[in-house]
């Protein structure tokens, strides 16, 4: 170390690489943001990013802001929370999901977290170890890769088939794995493609993985925002097939992703995951890291017990109109096709044809000069995996969504190709 | 098991519970006599006294959560990982009261607690490719955390006789090319119940200063003093070294658990900018969870609007309480009190298990003590002091009383028979 003027110069220097993560929706979305057009005094259309809380038609039921004005005025809830979070929010969370279980989940297999998000890291970090891998989904969702790349877990990558309505490609998950691989990764309903898995399919998974001797984390963050053909199942329901790990939180179906209160279940019942080690070494890391507020977690409770059916449909309502009108529009932008008519979730994914339009290089191009052009954000399928693709939420108000497909449309007459 | 892939992970395993005050304390518990319910349990291990009456929380504060909950203009994902804006530029306000300059709102990044305020400092650090420099006894999380990132740690001393002062030697004895960009320092201190001077503190700021490490103040307890000894912020010398200042509302407002922190520079002369340490923050910021957005909402209106009959209650009966610990812990003849405590909830006691029959050390005296009286202290062993003990004085007066009544009838009853 050198010395200036009497003292050593400063030992430290950060090297912020080091935990830049590569790609993320909100990195992208920001960018696009900044290449509006200030002197549009038309409203933004947000299509990019899967937040309808600005919505007045998406606002969240009563009982939940007064499940929390409730649990921070009880009192009980200012304490330090268990590591692993609250018994009582931890078996309503278990009732909740039991309900379409063919099991009964108990409270110990309830770990609360701060959102999906930490459900995320909690579990790709607990995985990490010198030379595993995992598999993701392509498309998918850029945080398992951040975090991923972050702990040094090696990321690959299984597709997804458009033509089969997003079903996973279970030759490439096959020819993928090795003995190194620790899990796979699926998303239930589909973010980014707005699919819902079949019961057939999510059993011909189980039953792969399971030959790999691979668990299955199935993030269902979008669990219950169903509106198609297809039902929701959960993952867990094969449990006794493969090890599953269940991550859901209540940011979606209750539209309050700002809570940030979600959990991680082991969906388990032949109990591997404590036979391998795999569940101590959960708690252990646990002990460590931050936990969610104890009156979010005193609020649970109520919520998952006390929110009526009618407020559960009405969304569902609203969010199926949306995807319809997305999807009928759609059909009439001749450089846009969605392979799959959006089902669950609150995203879906278009295919673009770049053939059909005059100078627009890719996906990137497009949406930044989208941005720049009509003040409507789309996110480029390269954020999610896919070059060459849109992933565009269809969760906003129906007039918002009209007007912004409008947009978009307006747009493609102004780029296409002349014959 | 062969079939499985997956399974224990070495790695993860390296912070086990043990070193934890969380995970210790649940070891104790476990040795609770579950068949005793005639004495309610006295939990005098851990620092958290919410659910006493007297140590609630108040109601401004509750007030200020609710109305952001049900102002329905919190419950959107943040715009920003760092923090909501009217937030950081509270906390700025708030803690600028106490430097002789102003902190901006990006000096100021909101984190879940100050508990994953010490995560991102340890992650930072690895980041920097360094090691860290911990006072020792420690609140145990710092090392935990570097553990799990495979930080080599090194210790200086505090000096019970002096204070519990940093030995300042010690510091200089540990740095070399290679040491440590950071040294944490607690103030007020958990778990030795001190508080430090302007002049000891700009003692440390200087050593730091010339060894070119950083300082990292973990202020959790800021402004919990009832000695004579004022609350002086470490930032007060961020133009002699660059500070990372460490706190959040659970200690001052009694609310831990609902997780608001903050992680701030206090560094006048921009050296963490220029270093790239805000840089690796901001990255790391970006990629974990974060605090309920509603609860960053209500932060302006809890900060600005308690008012200071509330603080001084609660400072009056910390006092109080730290008198009577003092007070019954004298009358015990194997346990020491070198300082009596000035701040925080805690005091660190020195154990003498030679005028103990068949108490090996402060582990065992614990368990036993768990077991016998239910009452729940913490071994000094997890702080990096064997044969130590911290006792938390945050409770119920009266429970306090009762408690150090039980610890005084155990010693009597396990006293060596001269």
């Known amino acids: ?419 | 098991m062969e079939r499985w892939n997956f399974g224990a992970n070495r790695e993860v395993m390296i912070a086990p519970s043990g070193t934890t005050v969380r995970g210790v304390l649940k070891k104790i518990m476990e040795n609770l006599d579950k068949d005793d319910p005639s004495r309610p349990t006295v939990p005098l291990g851990h620092g958290d006294p919410s659910p006493f009456p007297c140590f609630r929380t108040t109601v401004l504060a509750e007030d200020a959560i609710v109305d952001a909950v049900r102002s329905a203009k919190f419950n959107s994902y943040p715009p920003t990982m760092l923090g909501l804006l009217p937030a950081r530029r509270a906390i700025a306000d708030y803690l600028s009261h106490d430097l002789p300059y102003t902190l901006t709102p990006d000096d100021v990044f909101l984190t879940m607690g100050c508990a994953q305020a010490i995560e991102v400092t340890i992650r930072v650090l690895a980041c920097l490719g360094a090691n860290i420099l911990l006072p020792r006894p420690c609140f145990p999380s710092y090392g935990a955390h570097a553990s799990s990132n495979n930080l080599e740690v090194r210790y200086f001393d505090l000096i019970p006789e002096k204070g519990w002062e940093v030995d300042i030697e010690s510091i200089e004895a540990l740095a070399d090319e290679n040491t440590g960009a950071m040294m944490v320092i607690i103030n007020p201190g958990n778990p030795c119940g001190s508080v430090y001077t302007h002049q000891q503190l700009k003692k440390i700021a200087e050593t730091a200063r010339k060894l070119g490490i950083l300082v990292v103040a973990d202020e959790v307890y800021h402004h919990l003093t009832f000695g004579t000894n004022p609350f002086v912020p470490m930032g007060v010398f961020g133009s002699i070294v660059p500070v990372l200042t460490l706190g959040s509302i659970s200690k001052r407002w009694l609310v831990p658990g609902w997780r608001l922190g903050w992680l701030v520079t206090s560094d006048p002369n921009g050296i963490l900018q220029k270093t790239k340490v805000v840089d690796c923050i901001i990255n790391l910021l970006n990629l974990i969870s974060h605090p309920p957005t509603f609860i960053q909402g209500a932060v302006p209106h809890i900060l600005e609007k308690t008012g200071d009959d509330f603080f001084s209650k609660i400072i009056d009966i910390l006092r109080e309480a730290a008198h009577i610990c003092y007070d019954r812990i004298m009358e015990i003849p194997c346990i020491t009190c070198p300082n009596k405590p000035v701040g925080s909830m805690f005091v660190m006691v020195k154990l003498n298990p030679s005028l103990l029959e068949d108490i090996i050390d402060d582990m065992d005296f614990c368990l036993k003590l768990a077991k016998e009286d239910s009452v729940i202290v913490l071994p000094g062993v997890a702080l990096g002091m064997k044969n130590w003990l911290r006792i938390t004085f945050a409770v119920e007066p009266s429970a306090l009383e009762d408690g150090l009544g039980r610890i005084k009838a155990f010693c009597q009853r396990h006293a060596k028979k001269h």
């Open chain 1, 1 to 419: 170390m050198e010395v200036v003027n009497g003292h050593k110069k400063w030992g430290f220097q950060g090297n912020p690489e080091l935990i830049a993560s590569s790609i993320s929706v909100r990195g992208v979305l920001t960018k696009l943001m900044a290449n509006r057009n200030k002197d549009d005094k038309r409203p933004t259309i947000p299509l990019g990013r899967a937040d309808p809380t600005e919505f007045p038609s998406y606002r969240t039921t009563p009982v939940a802001p007064d499940a929390v004005a409730d649990a921070t005025y009880s009192y009980n809830f200012n304490c330090y929370p268990p590591t692993v979070g609250i018994v009582e929010a931890r078996r309503a969370v278990a009732e909740y999901l039991s309900k379409d279980f063919p099991y009964q989940l108990s409270p110990d297999d309830v770990y609360l977290t701060g959102g999906c998000t930490q459900a995320i890291e909690i579990v790709v970090s607990v995985l990490a170890r010198p030379n595993a891998n995992i598999l993701f989904p392509r498309p998918g969702y850029p945080q398992y890769e951040a975090r991923a790349s972050c702990s040094k877990l090696e990321a690959r990558h299984f597709d997804l088939i458009p033509e089969k309505g997003w079903e996973v490609d279970l030759d490439s998950v096959e020819a993928l794995a090795d003995e190194n691989t620790v899990a796979m990764v699926i998303i239930n309903p589909s973010n980014p493609c707005g699919n819902v898995f079949t019961y057939q399919h999510l059993k011909e998974i189980a039953e792969t993985a399971s030959k790999l001797g691979i668990f299955v984390i199935s993030d269902e963050v979008y669990g219950h925002l169903a509106f198609g053909s297809n039902p929701f199942v959960p993952m867990g329901v094969f449990g006794s097939t493969v090890p599953v790990l269940t991550l859901g939180s209540i940011s979606k179906r209750w539209i309050v992703p700002g809570w940030r209160l979600g959990w991680i279940v082991t969906s388990d019942p032949n109990g591997i995951f404590h036979q391998s080690g795999f569940v101590e070494c959960m708690r252990n890391f646990l002990d460590i890291t931050t936990d969610p507020p104890t009156n979010m977690q005193g609020a649970l409770t109520q919520i998952l017990k006390h929110t009526k059916e009618d407020f559960y449909s009405k969304i569902l309502t609203i969010i199926r109109e949306a995807a319809d009108i997305l999807y009928d529009r759609i059909q009439e932008i001749p450089c846009l096709t969605c392979p799959h008519k959006p089902e669950g979730s609150m995203v879906a994914m278009l295919k673009l044809n770049l053939s059909l339009l005059e100078g627009i290089i890719d996906d990137v191009d497009f949406c930044m000069k989208l941005a720049k052009e009509e003040s409507v954000i789309v996110l480029p399928g390269v954020t999610v995996g896919l070059k060459n693709c849109l992933r565009i939420t269809f969760a906003v108000e129906h007039s918002a969504l009209e007007d912004g497909l409008g947009r978009i449309k307006a747009f493609y007459h102004r780029h296409a190709k002349k014959e």
